[in-house]
């Protein structure tokens, strides 16, 4: 079966590294902070959108 779910949560973890990386260099943290805070929130759109998507196409979620 088609699953979306498992790519957004692979960007998420990806955001999250980026994320704690950047807590720990001084030159550019702000700004690759405000980019991974919007890449997480669309990440977590996509992830509600494939969620979304399972239960149109299949009228249930699937299992993860």
Do not use: C, W, Y
């Amino acid at each position: 079966s088609l699953k979306l779910a498992p790519g957004a949560t692979l960007l998420s973890g990806t955001i999250k590294q980026i994320k704690e990386a950047s807590k720990k260099r001084g030159d550019n943290s702000q700004m690759i902070g405000i980019i991974g805070e919007e890449l997480s929130a669309h990440a977590d759109d996509m992830h509600e959108t494939a969620t979304n998507l399972e239960v149109l196409v299949f009228g249930r979620e699937m299992n993860r």
